[in-house]
């Protein structure tokens, strides 16, 4: 421990050597103004030039949430706020103060006050100052002059666990770090820049960085963004509640407008100043939080920061949208008395906070879109980590209770009987004590006892069929998704892919809604370790009952049988819970069976029920191959068992077919397990022999973990290879032959190529992937 003092003191003490001889030698450090209007030389030269090298090298790994030391190269704004040795993800006792861009400070300076420091230079603005006194120029020479060896694997020295003590250097202490770590220059373990794209960069920073403003607003642009803030801002009470129910539900969407080109994306904000005047937002933890103000406004800015895969929530803004939002909570007969306070006890509580807006109002704005607020769960900050993920299956289907199911009268009355039974944990906002878990266990034990005795009154009334599963009123794909969890992140997409699964879901209004609070709305990722926690085991409750209504569409006497199966080994708590839960707890079923294999009759039946919108996106069947190459692809996809576990969870495969063109496939690994009731632990519920995969066309997931390039003629070799697995070294060859590992030469080609492509064929969807899940194998 004396050891570790004293060498700290040391290096404590060269950096502040290093300072004052940077300041000797090129000045005191003072922010600069970079901005540059778009038409200008630097500003053409930076978009056109040097932005699309930063994101295809650098924003892949510095662009998300939980980039390396929170540098976000996305933006110029990201770019100037520089690094911290904050982490954003980490075990904290006491909620801390967030560091969100854009947001929680509008000025380099006001970064530096936060503890960020520049990666540019700060000093003389010299041309020799731009490159010496500059820590992103000195990574990338670092980088190129120690390149990746001529090995398939790099060495232990290479940490890219991440969660790895971070080191985030300064320009100051950056020669030590380099003496240190010769081999970390940037990209960290990929291959270095091209001489062509070093050059660029080099030229770029020499010259000072110049990095170029927005381009001005369309005429297009400035016309929809004021008959959208126009119409959100109307003064009748049924427009505010729209407008704050709207927002809530839409704060980390990327909105767009139908006609517009692509990467055209704008963002829904609260702000201090009306429509017409320069917006100044208003920054809360969470978007039902106080805004502290008596008067505020919803209003439509540019998102400035490159689209990554990861964070991207594409959602269409146009007339048919507005026309639907005016028929569900303008037009529709209810009352607005008074409008709902911002006391954290109510806003945190959608059902007490809407409980004037009809549920079938509700409930179908979430229904039209179900994918894009499933999405939120998913690509907001809550999935990072296990800890966060662990709750569901790797794969799984998930359906929607019909709502015209209940009558609306009724279930707005039971949801407002039952307002405090389903109360969330984020009320205890973000330092909350994993005592209050106590709490929302009898809370949620009262919610469905109440929701047991409702059942029992309706028990002649309403008997479960398909016709309660929302069907998309025979247009809307969103009716049936897949979700996939790739170990501390996931993917949603519409349709039922892959085999029938495991486990499903069945999601109604009340559930729907809490999934949203719970996970997206309510989850401050900058919250204590116990805001955390409670999130996840609430999470629990939610996946159960999203299970209970699926099983309720079973016979009776199968119902249990099949929760047992789902919860094998499970803590004795849940088994006891779930075992507990009485007959009258589901709905009665009147669905008819003529196999004693009522799961898998079922996910037939439902198959059937929603063929008109089932998308095809994801269907090898309906792709241009070959029946030789179909076959081949399928047989790849049915590989399962043990012998999949030495596979990684995302594979991006390009297939170069007989005809000469090439495909994307995505292969997933699905992980089999006794049950997802672990907190910390997923290896002692893991069972191999019940892995499998998931092959399809196109991408599937924003962290792929290694790129395959194969043949049609080497497929059968390929999957003959991958049903053989039995050790590390087989997986190891199989790479040498099919794999472009991190460290190939190949490697940032096949990139570019993979973003072409999926930008070529999703261009609303696609984003940038996220790369700081490769693997190093």
């Known amino acids: 421990m004396m050891y570790k003092l004293l060498f700290l003191l040391f290096l404590t003490g060269c950096t502040a050597i290093a300072v004052k001889q940077f300041d000797a030698e090129y000045g005191l450090p003072q922010t600069q103004n970079r901005i540059v209007d778009a038409s200008t030389t630097d500003g053409e030269f930076y978009y056109h030039q040097i932005k699309p090298i930063l ?290 006890d109510i806003a945190a509580n959608p059902f007490i906070t809407f409980r004037d807006i009809p549920p079938s109002s509700r409930y179908q704005f979430l229904l039209d879109d179900a994918q894009t607020f499933i999405m939120g769960f998913i690509k907001g900050a809550v999935c990072r980590g296990e800890v966060a993920l662990n709750v569901i299956d790797d794969r799984f289907w998930v359906f929607f209770t019909k709502p015209s199911m209940l009558p609306n009268e009724l279930l707005s009355d039971f949801l407002a009987e039952q307002s405090g039974n389903l109360r969330l944990p984020s009320e205890q906002e973000s330092s909350a004590s994993i005592l209050t878990w106590l709490k929302y266990s009898e809370l949620q034990n009262n919610y469905f006892d109440a929701k047991s005795e409702e059942i029992d009154d309706l028990l002649v009334q309403y008997r479960l069929s398909l016709d309660s599963i929302w069907d998309g009123d025979n247009s809307n794909t969103n009716a049936a998704l897949t979700i996939f969890r790739h170990s501390d992140n996931a993917s949603v997409v519409q349709g039922l892919v892959g085999k029938p699964p495991k486990t499903a879901w069945v999601i109604s209004y009340p559930l729907f809604e809490r999934i949203h609070y719970l996970l997206v709305a309510g989850f401050d990722p900058f919250g204590n370790v116990g805001h955390q926690l409670m999130t996840r085991l609430y999470m629990d409750f939610l996946r159960i009952e999203g299970e209970f209504n699926f099983v309720s569409f079973l016979p009776p006497e199968n119902r249990f049988e099949v929760l047992s199966y789902w919860y094998r080994g499970a803590d004795e708590d849940i088994k006891k819970y779930v075992a507990a839960m009485p007959e009258h ?92 009731t672990s907190l910390f632990n997923d290896d002692e519920n893991r069972l191999p022999n019940e892995d499998d995969l998931t092959l399809v066309p196109g991408f599937i997931g924003s962290y792929p973990n290694v790129f395959w390039d194969v043949k049609s003629t080497e497929l059968d070799d390929l999957t003959s290879r991958v049903e053989t697995l039995s050790s590390e070294d087989d997986y190891h060859k199989l790479l040498d032959l099919y794999g472009v590992r991190r460290t190939s030469g190949q490697f940032w080609a096949l990139s570019d190529q993979a973003h072409e492509i999926s930008k070529q064929n999703n261009p609303i969807e696609a984003g940038l992937f996220d790369y700081n899940r490769l693997e190093n194998r």
């Open 585 to 676: 707890a589901f709905f009665p079923s009147s669905v008819e069976y003529k196999t004693t294999n009522y799961k898998q009759e079922f996910f037939q039946q439902v198959q059937q029920y929603l063929t008109p919108v089932l998308s095809e996106q994801y269907d090898i069947a309906a792709q241009d191959l070959t029946d030789q190459e179909k076959i081949a692809l399928n047989r790849l996809g049915n590989v399962t068992g043990s012998k999949t576990a030495f596979l990684p969870e995302v594979v991006f495969i390009r297939f170069l077919a007989l005809d000469g063109k090439e495909h994307f496939y995505t292969l997933i690994h699905n992980k089999g397990y006794a049950n997802v």
């Open 55 to 344: 994101d295809n090298r650098c924003v892949v790994c510095h662009g998300c949430y939980d980039a390396p030391c929170q540098l976000k190269l996305s933006s110029p704004e990201g770019i100037d706020r520089g690094l911290t040795t904050q982490k954003f993800f980490t075990g904290r006792l006491l909620a801390a103060e967030p560091t969100r861009l854009f947001e929680d400070a509008q000025t380099t300076e006001e970064w530096r006050q936060k503890g960020f420091n520049t990666v540019l230079n700060e000093r003389q603005q010299t041309q020799e100052a731009n490159l010496q006194a500059g820590l992103l120029y000195k990574m990338l020479e670092l980088k190129k002059n120690n390149p990746l060896v001529n090995e398939d694997v790099l060495t232990e020295d290479y940490d890219f666990s991440l969660n790895r003590n971070q080191i985030c250097p300064t320009i100051e202490s950056y020669n030590n770090f380099a003496t240190d770590h010769p081999n970390w220059g940037m990209p960290f373990g990929l291959p270095s820049l091209s001489d062509d794209e070093f050059t660029k960069i080099e030229s770029w920073l020499e010259n000072g960085a110049k990095m170029s403003a927005p381009s001005p607003l369309t005429p297009f642009q400035k016309q929809q963004i004021d008959h959208w803030e126009s119409f959100l801002n109307k003064n009748s009470n049924k427009h505010k509640l729209m407008s704050r129910y709207v927002y809530e539900h839409l704060f980390l969407t990327h909105l767009y407008f139908d006609t517009e080109p692509e990467e055209k994306f704008f963002t829904i904000v609260r702000s201090k100043t009306p429509p017409g005047q320069q917006v100044q937002r208003i920054a809360t933890r969470r978007p039902y939080d106080d805004p502290q103000t008596d008067s505020f406004y919803y209003r439509i800015i540019r998102e400035k920061a490159t689209i990554l895969d990861k964070t991207h929530i594409p959602y269409r803004m146009d007339k048919a949208r507005m026309q639907r939002w005016q028929d569900l909570f303008i037009d529709t007969d209810f009352q607005i008395e008074s409008l709902p306070s911002y006391q954290v």
